[in-house]
């Protein structure tokens, strides 16, 4: 089993429509979730931390389930621009820090 | 610099050979990783640099693969004798520190393409 796990979708959606993401991790020492962002050939870029409260950023929302060991991404209102490949970052602390990238969801938000 | 710069954006090299590629990190951040992405795959992690020395190369795939890093800044990958598997793009990034709390920028990668 991967340590980081994501649907590699692709998910396509219409504008204006809210998407949500899964992504599991296996180790339950994992302290840190990020998600990232990756545009089609271009480097992955902090979209936003996810803490244990849950956040929100405009039309974004990021939750932590430590339970189940799981973060969610969710996007209200989709826009074209929003079609890129999201990516699940989980940092565990078992002997020094270890920061696992998962393979990325796929979205495609079309017209 | 205002961001993380790599060079060259592209490579094209003859199998065999060596290549060398440049990471430039942010000015202060301590922390510098390697990753390597093929065509449609996640992120492959190669090697972390604290200042100038890399506690951790567990990544690197095999002893044709090094870098180092200098004055706590700029850092070099080598990858020698090339094999056509090397084709990748090769991601820099760096952070304030290594810890859980300091996400990634990464550099716009090198386009790796061994012929």
């Known amino acids: 089993r991967k340590e980081v796990e994501q649907d590699p979708g692709p998910f396509n959606v219409p504008e204006g429509a809210t998407v949500a993401f899964n992504c599991t991790y296996s180790?339950?020492?994992?302290?840190?979730f990020f998600w990232y962002r990756q545009d089609c050939r271009k480097e992955p870029k902090l979209l936003m931390s996810?803490?244990?409260s849950g956040n929100e950023d405009g039309r974004f929302t990021a939750q932590l389930n430590r339970a189940s060991q799981y973060i969610s991404l969710l996007i209200r209102d989709s826009k074209l621009s929003d079609s890129a490949t999201y990516l699940c970052?989980?940092?565990?602390?078992?002997?020094?820090?270890?920061?696992?990238f998962g393979a990325g969801t796929r979205l495609f938000v079309k017209a | 610099g205002a961001g993380v710069s790599q060079s060259p954006s592209n490579k094209v090299t003859e199998k065999g050979k060596d290549v060398e590629l440049r990471c430039d990190p942010i000015?202060?951040?301590?922390?510098l990783y390697w990753y390597r992405q093929s065509l449609g795959q996640g992120l492959e992690f190669l090697i972390y640099?604290?200042?100038?020395?890399?506690?951790?190369k567990s990544g690197l795939p095999s002893d044709r693969f090094s870098a180092e890093r200098t004055g706590g800044s700029v850092s070099t990958l080598t990858i020698q004798r090339t094999q056509q598997e090397d084709s990748a793009v090769y991601l820099c990034?760096?952070?304030?520190?290594?810890?859980?709390?300091?996400?990634?920028?990464f550099g716009s990668g090198t386009r790796l393409t061994v012929v």
């Open positions: 640099f604290q200042g100038n020395s890399a506690p951790d």
């Open positions: 180790n339950s020492a994992s302290q840190s």
């Open positions: 996810v803490y244990s």
């Open positions: 000015s202060g951040h301590t922390a």
């Open positions: 970052v989980v940092i565990s602390n078992t002997g020094g820090f270890k920061t696992i």
């Open positions: 990034a760096s952070s304030l520190e290594r810890s859980p709390y300091y996400g990634y920028t």
